[in-house]
């Protein structure tokens, strides 16, 4: 079982930045998946997460309007992009599987974590 | 608002250490769907704990957690140096949201 990453980006203020989460080694669409992002010397933040079987998402308040998760089941592959971007999106961003099939699926805890992205806002 | 952890708690080799994670009848208070994550500098989060107390397989039998009202903990027993690490708390919210708690960071002295 493995997430795999996009690499490391740099954007302008205002620009857009979109990572994305190949899984492999199980059922794609049978596990939630949760975006995480911990910004420097800071502790993570849960973004949200999105049912890769049906497309469903739901994103935490504050990100509501900025971000997008998105998957494309014929490549086990999931996308979130995050727009209108400031410097205080500067972070690691994080995809992470839950741990079960329990339903429902988004009250398992995240058990297996894609390798990070950094993402770099900066003018 | 995130859940309030201690800043750091320390302790020798063979020591058992105690983490609380606080928060509040919205969300710790009100679920069993607590976790709780150990994290390495440069390292992505590694779940070690869920619904409150349980363990997933591969996972130390020296980690336990447990919960009282508001209040869930994560103990680590017979402490090793491998263990230094920051730890995080999460929980699940009547917002349908998850938070995650402010961290701990574990030193062996």
């Known amino acids: 079982v493995q997430l795999v990453q996009s690499g490391a980006e740099v954007k302008k203020p205002g620009a857009s930045v979109k990572v994305s989460c190949k899984a492999s080694?199980?059922?794609?669409?049978?596990?939630?998946l949760h975006w995480v992002r911990q910004a420097p010397g800071q502790g993570p933040e849960w973004m949200g997460w999105?049912?890769?079987?049906?497309?469903?998402?739901n994103y935490a308040l504050r990100f509501q309007g900025l971000v997008t998760m998105t998957r494309d089941t014929s490549i086990s592959t999931a996308y979130m992009e995050v727009s209108r971007l400031t410097s205080d999106d500067t972070a690691v961003y994080y995809c992470?599987?839950?741990?079960?099939?329990?339903?429902?699926?988004?009250?398992?805890?995240?058990?297996?974590w894609g390798q990070g992205t950094t993402v770099i806002v900066s003018s | 608002s995130a859940l309030t952890q201690p800043a750091s708690v320390s302790g020798s080799p063979g020591q058992s250490v105690t983490i609380s994670c606080t928060g509040t009848?919205?969300?710790?208070?009100?679920?069993?769907?607590v976790s709780w994550y150990q994290q390495y500098p440069g390292k992505a989060p590694t779940l070690m704990i869920y619904?409150?107390?349980n363990r997933p397989s591969g996972v130390s039998d020296r980690f336990s957690g447990s919960k009282s009202g508001n209040t869930a903990s994560l103990t680590i027993s017979g402490l090793q140096a491998g263990d230094e690490a920051d730890y995080y708390c999460?929980?699940?919210?009547?917002?349908?949201?998850?938070?995650f708690g402010t961290g701990t960071k574990v030193t062996v002295l």
């Open positions: 992470a599987r839950a741990s079960d099939t329990t339903f429902p699926g988004y009250l398992c805890a995240m058990g297996v």
């Open positions: 080694g199980y059922t794609f669409s049978d596990y939630y």
């Open positions: 999105i049912n890769p079987h049906s497309g469903g998402t």
């Open positions: 009848s919205s969300d710790v208070g009100n679920y069993k769907y």
């Open positions: 619904d409150v107390s």
């Open positions: 999460v929980s699940y919210t009547t917002s349908s949201t998850y938070v």
